[in-house]
């Protein structure tokens, strides 16, 4: 095409019918999986992909080449070569306030499928796997469906196209824990076994899912593939040429006009997507703070409204982009019932394998209750400061308690007053009914 | 200076240390001695970094003073690393680990059977924790009841997630799981009963505080500083593990785990932990029989030469005991002569002992730990999940080689326990079995067939000529499944470099180590020429050439008790087996017999019969009743394993020591001191016996002065004792309630007993624990748990600091061994019975019935099970049966047995002519049996399901008086005396 959209991953997008294959092929699909499995060698694909700069999607931001070219190339001879690999697809899509995954899965299911296509040809996978999140129903139908027609018409199976490449993907549907978001905890848990992160290494790449390389992937990451390879490294880069490559699925939550979901060039500014794109504040309320991607990123102010957002400048901005999804606070609710909220939802969701996140995420939620209902004491923000040291970074043995401490550590430092307030007037200042009962 | 290759510097708080880089940092600092807490690493299962409490800073280097927290647990050593234990960052973390897994920990130490020795309190205290923070309420489980050995009180539970990885990883349990998720993290079964693993009693050991605790002590409790303990060998296998024996108030209250780094590691089966049950039980033998007592205050031994006087000169036939000590059973031939001498042996058995002291001459069978470097196994007809166990939880980790190898590919080191079963996946070292029942180890064989003993001694005939021809019409004897299992063999054979052979005296058939004989002959020769054959093949070559060695098959044989080999080694070519025994009796070639511990089931009732009317005296020396004391005219009592000394010898060959826990309540003696009294009466003209010993100015006080005896007077005997400088105290320092434990009776102090034993004092006075090797308990300052045994290790999982000087029974020295026996032991099948084509039936003993003595336990006479009999499913459907039918059992006129009710289940991988099962009315030796079956009536169902239900309340009666008959002995004043014998003062 000579106008590629700006819009690529979600211009397809139809949630209430979405497009059959041939629709989909009829509107330019499959043309990246024709391109890389009858033009390009999985090499070359590979090189395509580490050239075109995309970075992982699902919160991390680790470039996709230089993840993919961990996993070991074996010639066709050497009695090393593994029997198998396997590419998984994450689409556990479970971080509050995120639903971009959603989106694709329901809304253009064959575009999941070609990417799949394109990313098990160049790791040489001959099986791979949807990982989804339970109660995504509606997607599991749709995949089923795509995956069915993909099948009829060659897509996969065995011989693809003429091209003497065999894939089988299959949909899993998971029964239900954040955790396994995490890609060895999904790992874990699609052999069946509990959904705990496995010690590292041996990484995925070498020893993954039944012990075979394995890559796993965010959803919208690959979902990138079939249109870097349609419409080329170049055009990929010039969609924001000061930021990250490519496009960015932006997604915005809270007491907002328009709540949703945008697929804009990468470092788009979070006032764009809150005020541009969200419609602003609802009115009589004013913006406290925002997470600025998902639940576990570090509390951003009013202040931070003209960062854009990619990984960098979010960064620097001392949070991290995460998945994209802003969850907006405002004034009118409670930030400790907020952020008491998100660490219930951490201490349900640890695996409960290491000690910090397994006792630590309930130790605090218990201190944020307390403090909520108006019986906490100073004290008590000494114990939170203590659990956020106690569970951050290189303590843990995955980054879930770490994530549910961003927000934690971020509150204590912008709202600490709010706490205060709390403990000094011995209930929740935003809790009208406290207030006068109290 | 090949020990300091593997060393490197490590900088702790700047003091440089020699530290093991093969092994984790965590291993590198404790072997050092320091102090660092830690909960989820255990030194026999590794690092997988869950409970995060060793934390540790390591910094970039001399100027770096920040540095990063790292789990030390997984992080691997290297040179010139610098770290810090004791820096404020690390320190506070490690603090606020224990803090955190306290807001849950019920805090209920006092009502604890753990609390003293209880690896939390000791990791809390280390870490300084004292202070509760968390304000919130705890989270509570619902126990589980897991049977009669292994409590469960999942309150306490830290969530180290050792127990399951112990249970299942290592010890490849199937019953017991973890459940659940973020702090409702639940370890136990999917529902209550018995853990079906034979090892479940090392969750007591494994679990850092008191999740699971071990029932049969709580029931008759007493705190770990209150015990008096004594360094042991455990007295229900061949293995010999070493165990630690507790008592108090002269009963004895549990064993524990001794560290052996060549045998036992960490681990016990529940056999030894749980079997020593009998020594308190119901069936022991406390008092004399037949023999005059003069004064109603004690039994002296002139009451004993005066009632022995009469057989004074007569000639007697003795039956020595493999559960007897060598120095009895030595003592007991020499006294007889070896024309009068009988191991207990039938015909059968004895042409088997002669191709054991073969084997044992040949090749020197490896310890456990050497097991568990093998690459490649083959188990020839004997169930060691059962007869042996610790052995073949050894094995299990030998087949973990495989992956470790893999791991060591991309350089994971063989300590990341969880990455290394990431990589393995379900990949095993290869494990191939020949066997006559199912067992617990077929999840992981490669091959695996189940056969008659009979095909499979005639397997291993083909499979040995075909290790040495390599010829295809040399396969043409055997089945098409057996060709394809040999062929199989002969490939993973190929690549293995370490391999071994386990095989043991369940088949009871000769054949079957003939079998082995030639096999190991075989697969050695072929090896010993393969250099010459490698030429040829130049790529294998290369490689085996830079190892440089020759592939050596190892041979293990397990007999089936504590001192099986220690008897072997007496067994020579006028040996008599028990038919002979019979024979002379009744021919009146002989006066009387002695047996020595000995229950002789092997006879039947008319054999019994005949035994008593023949002999003019049976004397019988146990210390629980058996069919044989109970005709005896004269018993006498002698001490269990935990009331006197001795040796075993295990399978290898190797001498080990037992040593008394407490002094028994006379008449009850060793067997030897007994064997004394006899020899002075009974043999007036023998030169060694105690009265020339009283002439030559000395008594024999204990077993050291008696092995002294024995050494001055017989050529052969094979120990020689030092007596130790000091004595080791066997109670610890912390002993309380010394003086008010029987203040309700008496205000005085009772003296304690005393010993003639130089190597250990009944006292918190003498020598540390950790003087010796022998250690009574562990203890260490700071260290109240069993895991202070890493304070005495070299390093962690080495040798222990006081090393132990191994003894090694010799059967090099031909002439005390059986010369030739014959083989003779063809089969002669029977043609029918009841009208019926005879099945071969191999009996499967579970491991709490396999043992005598353990037998007597009643909580493993409450996990007995009904009879099952395993037939092939097209069998039953021939006779057009259905599984869980009852089935009546039974077997050739004649030969004494009476028909079984059994309930009937199926295996796939039997031949029509083959069954196998258990049988508890039967003998547990039993293999190669003909039965026949028929359907069970009505009537018979229910009489053996009414007799199921009787025995179990027996058993349970017998539990609640056992408890009571030890409750009630603890409200008297412990009997202090001289740890003698008869005579003492």
């Known amino acids: 095409m000579n106008n590629p959209s700006l819009r690529p991953l979600t211009q397809l997008v139809n949630l209430e019918q979405p497009l059959t294959l041939e629709q989909y092929i009829n509107e330019g699909g499959y043309q990246g999986a024709q391109k890389a499995l009858h033009e390009c060698s999985p090499a070359e694909v590979l090189t395509i992909i580490k050239d075109s700069g995309l970075k992982g999607r699902g919160g991390a931001g680790f470039p996709t080449g230089m993840k993919w070219s961990f996993v070991p190339m074996f010639d066709d001879d050497d009695p090393n070569k593994p029997d198998n690999k396997y590419l998984v697809a994450n689409a556990d899509e479970m971080e509050p306030g995120t639903f971009k995954d959603r989106l694709l899965l329901e809304g253009t299911p064959h575009q999941l499928v070609e990417a799949m296509i394109i990313g098990g040809y160049t790791l040489g996978a001959n099986k791979a796997y949807i990982f989804l999140r339970g109660e995504y129903h509606v997607a599991a139908q749709r995949l089923e469906q795509a995956i069915e027609q993909a099948y009829a018409a060659n897509w996969l ?259 600490h007053e709010d706490f205060e307030q709390h403990i000094d007037q011995g209930c929740c200042p935003y809790h009208d009914v406290t207030k006068v009962g109290g | 200076m090949s020990d300091t290759d593997n060393k490197v510097t490590v900088y702790i708080d700047d003091v440089p240390y020699q530290v093991n880089k093969e092994n984790n940092l965590l291993a590198g600092v404790l072997s050092q001695k320091l102090n660092l807490p830690y909960f989820c690493w255990h030194p026999s299962m590794g690092s997988v970094g869950a409970c995060r409490q060793c934390a540790v800073t390591q910094y970039q280097d001399e100027n770096d003073t920040r540095g990063r927290l790292v789990m030390a647990c997984t992080t691997p050593v290297s040179d010139g690393m610098r770290i810090s234990l004791q820096d404020s960052e690390s320190s506070k973390f490690r603090e606020q680990v224990i803090g955190a897994m306290m807001t849950n920990h019920p805090h209920d130490c006092p009502v604890c059977a753990e609390g003293g020795e209880c690896h939390l309190q000791d990791m809390t205290v280390m870490t300084g924790h004292s202070v509760r923070d968390y304000q919130g309420s705890k989270r509570t489980f619902t126990n589980q009841n897991l049977g009669d050995l292994v409590g469960h009180e999942m309150n306490r539970c830290i969530t180290c997630y050792r127990c399951v990885r112990f249970y299942k990883d290592y010890a490849g349990g199937k019953d017991f799981g973890v459940y659940g998720s973020r702090n409702q993290v639940y370890f136990g079964r999917q529902r209550d009963g018995n853990l079906e693993s034979e090892f479940s009693g090392n969750l007591i050991e494994v679990c850092p505080t008191g999740v699971f605790t071990n029932k049969v002590f709580s029931s008759h409790y007493t705190r770990k500083w209150d015990l008096q303990s004594a360094p042991s060998i455990c007295a229900h296998c061949s293995i010999g593990c070493n165990t630690s024996i507790g008592e108090r108030h002269g009963s004895v209250r549990r064993v524990m785990n001794r560290y052996n780094s060549d045998i036992n590691g960490y681990f016990l089966c529940d056999r030894g932990r749980f079997g020593i049950g009998f020594v308190n039980g119901q069936q022991r033998i406390r008092t004399t029989k037949g023999i005059n007592q003069l004064s109603p205050e004690k039994l002296t031994s002139l009451d004993v030469a005066k009632s022995l006087s009469h057989y004074s000169g007569k000639k007697f036939i003795a039956i020595g005991s493999a559960r007897a000590s ?409 002993a309380t309630g010394r003086t008010s434990q029987s203040a309700n009776i008496s205000v005085h102090e009772p003296k304690v007993t005393q010993s003639y034993d130089q190597s250990l004092s009944f006292s918190m006075e003498g020598a540390k624990a950790h003087a010796t090797a022998e250690m009574p308990f562990t203890w260490a300052p700071g260290w109240n748990s069993n895991q202070s045994i890493i304070q005495f290790q070299q390093e962690v999982s080495g040798e222990l600091t006081q090393k132990t000087s191994n003894v090694y029974l010799n059967f090099n020295s031909a002439e005390h061994l059986i010369s030739s026996w014959p083989v003779n032991d063809n089969h002669e099948r029977v043609v029918s019975i009841n009208g019926q084509t005879p099945l071969t039936f191999s009996q499967k003993t579970p491991w709490y019935l396999s043992d005598w003595q353990a037998n007597f336990n009643p909580e493993f006479q409450l996990m007995a099970e009904d009879n099952r009999l395993f037939v092939s499913p097209s069998y039953a459907k021939q006779q057009g049966w259905n599984k869980g039918q009852a089935v009546k059992v039974s077997f050739v006129a004649g030969s004494g047995i009476l028909p079984q009710i059994a309930s009937l289940f199926y295996d796939e991988n039997l031949s029509d002519n083959h069954a196998y099962g258990t049988l508890t009315g039967l003998e547990h030796n039993i293999n190669n049996l003909d039965i026949s079956l028929s359907e069970a009536t009505n009537d018979e169902s229910i009489d053996y399901q009414q007799c199921l239900k009787n025995n179990q309340q027996a058993a349970r009666d017998n539990k609640a008086s056992i408890l009571e008959s030890l409750k009630s002995m603890d409200q008297l004043i412990p009997i202090r005396m001289v740890s003698g014998g008869l005579d003492d003062a």
């Open chain 2, 326 to 734: 060598l120095e009895a059973n030595f003592y007991l031939k020499n006294l007889v002569g070896k024309e009068c001498f009988s191991a207990g042996l039938s015909i059968k058995q004895m042409a088997m002992a002669a191709q054991h002291q073969q084997l044992l001459s040949q090749y020197k069978p490896p310890s456990l730990t050497e097991i568990e470097q093998s690459d490649f196994i083959f188990i020839i007809a004997e169930d060691i999940t059962q007869t042996a166990s610790r052995m073949a939880l050894s094995v299990r980790q030998a087949l973990r080689n495989a992956s470790i190898e893999k791991a060591a590919t991309i350089g994971i080191p063989s300590w990341q326990d969880s990455a290394v079963r990431t990589l393995g996946g379900n990949l095993v070292s290869p494990l191939f079995s020949l066997q006559s029942t199912a067992t617990k180890l077929d999840d992981v064989t490669e091959q695996s067939l189940l056969l008659t003993i009979d095909e499979i001694e005639n397997c291993l005939q083909v499979l040995a000529n075909y290790v040495v021809d390599k010829n295809e019409s040399t396969l043409s004897a055997i089945s098409d499944t057996q060709q394809t299992f040999i062929k199989a063999f002969i490939k993973a054979y190929s690549s293995a470099k370490k391999p071994l052979i386990l095989s043991g005296w369940s088949s009871q058939s000769a054949g079957v180590f003939n079998g082995i004989r030639q096999l190991m002959s075989a697969l050695n020769n072929v090896e010993s020429h393969t250099p010459n054959n490698k030429q040829s093949n130049s790529q294998v070559g290369v490689q085996n050439n830079a190892e440089n060695a020759v592939k050596e098959t190892r041979l293990a044989i397990m007999p089936s008790q504590s001192n099986s080999i220690g008897l072997l080694s007496l067994i020579d070519d006028k040996t008599l087996a028990t038919e002979q025994v019979l024979t002379a009796l009744i021919e009146k070639q002989a006066d009387g017999l002695i047996v020595l511990e000995h229950e002789l089931t092997h006879f039947t009732e008319q054999e019994l019969q005949d035994i008593s009317i023949s002999a003019e005296i049976l004397i019988v020396l146990d210390h629980s009743e058996s069919k044989i004391s109970q005709i005896a005219d004269i018993v006498l009592p002698v001490a269990a394993v935990s009331e006197g000394d001795g040796h075993y010898v295990n399978y290898q060959g190797q001498v080990q020591r037992y040593h008394q826990v407490h002094a028994p309540i006379l008449p009850i003696q060793d067997s030897w001191r007994w064997l004394d009294l006899l020899a002075n009466t009974l043999y007036p003209n023998v030169s060694y016996t105690v009265s020339n010993a009283k002439k030559e100015s000395k008594k024999l006080h204990c077993l050291a002065d008696f092995n002294q005896h024995l050494l001055t007077h017989f050529k052969h005997w094979p120990l020689d004792e030092t007596t130790p400088e000091s004595s080791t105290a066997r109670q610890t320092h912390r």
């Open chain 1, 157 to 415: 199976g065995s011989n693809i196209q003429g091209t003497g490449y065999h894939l089988d993907l299959y949909v899993h549907t998971s029964a239900g824990r954040y955790i396994c978001g995490e890609e060895t905890a999904l790992i874990n848990a699609l052999e069946g076994r509990r959904a705990i992160p496995r010690a590292k290494p041996p990484f995925p790449q070498v020893s993954g899912l039944f012990g075979k390389p394995t890559i796993v992937n965010n959803v919208e990451t690959l979902c990138n593939l079939p249109h870097i390879l349609r419409n080329g490294v170049d055009w990929y880069k010039n969609i924001s040429p000061e930021s990250d490559a490519g496009t960015k699925i932006y997604g915005a939550c809270g007491r907002i006009k328009n709540p949703g979901l945008w697929e804009l060039p990468f470092g788009a500014t979070i006032r764009e997507v809150l005020y541009d794109h969200g419609g602003g504040m609802l009115d009589g309320l004013k913006l406290r703070g925002l997470l600025p991607g998902g639940a576990s990123t570090d509390f951003l102010m009013p202040e931070h409204l003209d960062t854009p957002m990619d990984y960098e400048s979010i960064g620097k901005a001392g949070s991290r982009l995460g998945t994209g999804g802003l969850i907006v606070l405002d004034d009118k609710n409670c930030p400790v019932a907020m952020v008491l909220n998100l660490l219930q939802f951490f201490a349900q969701e640890s695996c409960g394998w290491c000690t910090p996140c397994r006792d630590g995420t309930p130790w605090a939620v218990e201190v944020l209750t307390r403090i909520e209902q108006g019986k906490g004491n100073v004290k008590d923000l000494d114990t939170l400061a203590n659990l956020c040291d106690f569970m951050w970074l290189g303590k843990t043995h995955c980054a879930l308690a770490p994530g549910a401490v961003e927000p934690l550590k971020s509150a204590l430092r912008y709202f």
